[in-house]
């Protein structure tokens, strides 16, 4: 680039011509022809080598940039700009050398499109074996442009699962997120082996994080896995603490239920119903108010609330039993939500409710006034 800011600009205009953004010229059918494929010359191939400095080597790779994305380039081009400039990735490289060259392979991506070919395994190499763990963002707009945001996997399939666990290790955040969406829902197989370990961790981030958008995309991502894959049954214990703590979120309560009820509706809805009530029965959640509110609500509204599930055949008199051992917690909001299930029950199914039910429902509204009475003494 040095030689474009001597006298002769003839050479200048040159270079601008030959990256698209000289004068423009008349149309022609021949000129047309010409610019649906882009010749990297040797000349510019000089300008993206070591000896022009670092400087300059950025420079024109920005102006390339732009190029990449609008032209095809001629056949093996890619390759010889990928030959130029791959020292500049390596870790004693400054940050905007590395970002400008992971800005170019995105526009690459964009602009080349399948005539990449194996290509694409290439440059998914380039980021799943980055030499550092910087530079997260850049190589996830790469990995995005290579994947479609997820949907297209084309060459990248044997490594694909390793790559996301590596990432989702390396930390997990929201734009992530959504990419992981779409790779289980359009690429579910790949990532079969893979699935317990990437339910734990983002269960973990639900549970770890304060941040609604990260708890939203997170539940967008467990509802891929529910409805496109197949939730492992090891991990349903974690999954259904996840959403009973979740729920009590104000802004997530709909994406929740809605998640929750897609799993009651699989196989595994009545092992998810026999896990909250064990969780309503363990003395080691008594403190939990917030678990414990979340599976009174799961419970009652899957079994008879507006929205009940056909599918699931537990009778209130299997689970009642439980709603009685979690008033032992002494948080009255858990006392609360069992109220607000069992007079939605009485309501509706009063009338049908066997002579054992009503035993179980008049001890709790026995416990419910030994409460009360208790609250009063205070």
């Not at 390339?64 to 990928?82: D, G, M, P, Q, S």
């Amino acid at each position: 680039m040095a030689k474009l800011q001597g006298k002769d600009p003839g050479l200048k205009e040159k270079f601008k011509n030959l990256l698209g953004f000289g004068q423009s010229r008349p149309n022609s059918k021949s000129s047309e022809g010409k610019q649906t494929e882009f010749i990297i010359t040797a000349e510019i191939l000089k300008e993206l080598s070591v000896e022009c400095g670092l400087n300059n080597r950025i420079r024109t790779i920005g102006q390339i940039c732009e190029v990449a994305r609008t032209k095809k380039f001629e056949e093996h081009a890619v390759e010889a700009i990928w030959k130029a400039i791959a020292d500049m990735l390596q870790p004693d490289r400054p940050p905007e050398a590395r970002h400008a060259v992971l800005h170019l392979l995105k526009a690459i991506i964009q602009g080349q499109g399948e005539r990449l070919g194996i290509l694409r395994a290439h440059f998914f190499k380039v980021i799943k074996d980055y030499p550092s763990n910087e530079d997260l963002h850049e190589r996830l707009e790469v990995f995005k442009a290579l994947t479609d945001n997820g949907r297209y996997i084309t060459y990248l399939e044997e490594e694909l699962a390793e790559f996301v666990l590596q990432w989702m290790e390396a930390g997990l955040t929201s734009e992530f997120l959504l990419v992981l969406v779409n790779l289980v829902k359009f690429n579910s197989c790949y990532l079969d082996d893979y699935v317990a370990d990437m339910v734990h961790m983002i269960c973990l981030l639900c549970i770890q994080t304060s941040s609604a958008v990260d708890i939203e995309v997170s539940l967008q991502v467990l509802d891929a896995v529910v409805c496109y894959n197949c939730l492992p049954s090891e991990t349903l214990p974690v999954f259904i603490i996840t959403l009973c703590r979740t729920i009590n979120v104000k802004e997530l309560c709909e994406p929740c239920w809605k998640l929750m009820r897609n799993l009651l509706g699989t196989h595994l809805g009545h092992s998810a119903i026999y896990n909250m009530c064990r969780i309503m029965e363990d003395r080691a959640y008594m403190t939990d108010a917030a678990l414990l509110r979340g599976a009174v609500f799961f419970v009652g509204m899957a079994l008879w609330g507006a929205h009940r599930l056909q599918s699931l055949k537990n009778s209130p008199t299997s689970v009642l039993p439980s709603f009685l051992k979690a008033m032992s917690c002494p948080n009255a909001i858990v006392s609360y939500e069992i109220v607000l299930s069992i007079t939605r029950l009485i309501k509706k199914y009063g009338k049908e409710l066997q002579a054992v039910t009503w035993d179980i429902l008049l001890d709790i509204i026995d416990r419910l006034l030994q409460q009360l009475q208790n609250i009063a003494c205070q």
